[in-house]
T-cell receptor
Framework: DAGITQSPRHKVTETGTPVTLRCHQTENHRYMYWYRQDPGHGLRLIHYSYGVKDTDKGEVSDGYSVSRSKTEDFLLTLESATSSQTSVYFC??????????????FGDGTRLSIL | EDKVVQSPLSLVVHEGDTVTLNCSYEVTNFRSLLWYKQEKKAPTFLFMLTSSGIEKKSGRLSSILDKKELFSILNITATQTGDSAVYLCAGPNAGNNRKLIWGLGTSLAVNP
């Protein structure tokens, strides 16, 4: 299994509070991704990183920010959580771009509930 | 706009049946297509199909790519209850190959 650890695994918090999710990898892969998965919507990309301090937006980036100060860590922050951000969040890593023989491998997910 | 469409959305079969799952990949410049299996947790990688490899096989699972039609099928023979899962199909975004476009998945239930 790819060495990907997400923390926390579960979190319940209140609307308006800041939340940070962490993704840690031991594979030294260049690419890291944050997705959310919701019924009826499938996997949607929030942000991704293609190197230390290099990040870009995905299709549902509003309300989220990310940081990558080290190769192994990719943080996702909800500055002021809203109930619409209740979801399961997955981190994924890839050695190379998606079309260059480098499939993405996923962490076990974080279940986030915002009340 | 690039799009991945999977069918059927759900399927119920009996153990021992053979199933075929479909993935249509509408993209301007084909590079690759990927299949994943998702049980209760994270998606796990099954196959990647590219222009140089249009068929992949692993045990009872096999996948074929029709590059011209941008269509792939995932076959599972002699299904088992452990095959029950959501099967996801994805392909690189033609405008930015760092991103994958995902289908909504096919939910497969294998009954004993």
């Amino acid at each position: 299994d790819a060495g990907i650890t997400q923390s926390p695994r579960h979190k319940v918090t209140e609307t308006g509070t800041p939340v940070t999710l962490r993704c840690h990898q031991t594979e030294n892969h260049r690419y890291m991704y944050w997705y959310r998965q919701d019924p009826g919507h499938g996997l949607r990309l929030i942000h991704y990183s293609y190197g230390v301090k290099d990040t870009d937006k995905g299709e549902v980036s509003d309300g989220y920010s990310v940081s990558r100060s080290k190769t192994e860590d990719f943080l996702l922050t909800l500055e002021s959580a809203t109930s619409s951000q209740t979801s399961v969040y997955f981190c994924a890593i890839s050695e190379s771009p998606s079309d260059a023989g480098g499939p993405q491998h996923f962490g076990d997910g974080t279940r986030l509930s915002i009340l | 706009e690039d799009k991945v469409v999977q069918s059927p959305l759900s399927l119920v079969v009996h153990e021992g049946d053979t199933v075929t799952l479909n993935c249509s990949y509408e993209v301007t410049n084909f590079r690759s297509l990927l299949w994943y299996k998702q049980e209760k947790k994270a998606p796990t990688f099954l196959f990647m199909l590219t222009s140089s490899g249009i068929e992949k096989k692993s045990g009872r699972l096999s996948s074929i790519l029709d590059k011209k039609e941008l269509f792939s099928i995932l076959n599972i023979t002699a299904t088992q209850t452990g095959d029950s899962a959501v099967y996801l199909c994805a392909g690189p975004n033609a405008g930015n190959n760092r991103k994958l476009i995902w289908g909504l998945g096919t939910s497969l239930a294998v009954n004993p």
